[in-house]
């Protein structure tokens, strides 16, 4: 390329609520080039984080097409998280730019395979200015997500009737919209906006998980939602719960809420964006359910446990591996080559993985001592509602 021609720059993203933070991001990624700008289409926005947007797309592609930073704006034409896929191979951009909660391994394969330079900038705020993020901005719905940790699973009967045992999570404060059909609890979570708008009431939190179990799955429900969605969503910091044979609710409850246990967990966990579960994906096809499976199972959430406890990474890593692994030996739908090879990208520093959810995609969730590039950090919900 002639030194006179400026290389062209590509972006793609929501850019709902249009913030500093944009701003930021948009000015940088234009000191590359010219910059050339793909936002996603209101349809995409409410298939992937499952709610409208505040400012439609042609609000957003006003607002865009008004900055002098950007050459040129328009709507993606696809649809999913590659929504710009089709675009970008028209425009043919010397580079592709994501910030860090944009990242995902695809992204940066198709770049490679198209012979695109693929930048990951982090969030900088301009000057003395807060950092900001849609999903900042949008805190009148701070209702947490939730992460599974160990032997889920052992909450629906048709797997505790082989034999009892625990299931861990951890409450997630929403610093992250995560995407739809991701193992985030997404569907419950909107149930639970549903009762409570803004904010979880002041009660109990057990007593809310039982109310948010109940209202997630009305009588008559064939697939009922497992109840530790319910419960990692109302119940802060790490918990574990005890599944008798065949009973869809816990019989008692164990809480981490040690500020430094729960750090010491934050520190060591990484999640990298996959790609929402496909809407035809159906895990139960296929099982493997037997007692040795879920006595593995069980004995794996008790080994991540007592790691937990004693901040002892090496027991809480095998504790938590062995669960996956039993998860797939039970559903072995829930892997794939393309997920076995993300995993295999990260195997030199990760101690261990899962899946954030059934499988077909989400998030990789990682534990790492060391700081995995470009991934997502999670804040671990420590506030108790109930006083």
Known sequence: MSPNIPKK??????FDLLHSGHIAFLKEAAQFGDLYVGIGSDKTISDLKGRKTINSEEERLYMLDALTC???????SGSGILDFLGDMKSLNPDIFIVNEDGHTPDKEQICKDFGIEYKVLKRIPYANLPVRSTTSLRQETPIPYRI?????????????KYG????ITASIEPTVEFNERSGMATSTRKKAIELWNDNLPMENPEKLAKILFRYDNDPGTKDVSGSQDSIGITMPGINRFF?????????RFETISDLSTIKWLEERLYMITLWPRPSDFVVLEHTNISPDNVKNLTDAAEMAWDGLIHKDIKL????FSDSFSSQIMMFPKMMNDKIAGIIDTHRDQALSWKLSGAGGGGYLILISEEE???AIKVK?????YWI
Do not use: M
């Open 9 to 14: 720059v590509f972006v793609s993203g929501c």
């Open 70 to 76: 950007v050459h040129q704006v328009k709507i993606n």
């Open 148 to 160: 599974d940790l160990a032997g889920t699973w052992i909450d629906q009967p048709y797997v505790s």
């Open 164 to 167: 009892s045992g625990w299931a």
């Open 243 to 251: 599944y008798e044979k065949e009973k869809y609710w816990p019989s």
């Open 316 to 319: 809480f890593t095998r504790g």
């Open 372 to 374: 995995i590039k470009n």
């Open 380 to 384: 671990i919900r420590i506030k108790d």
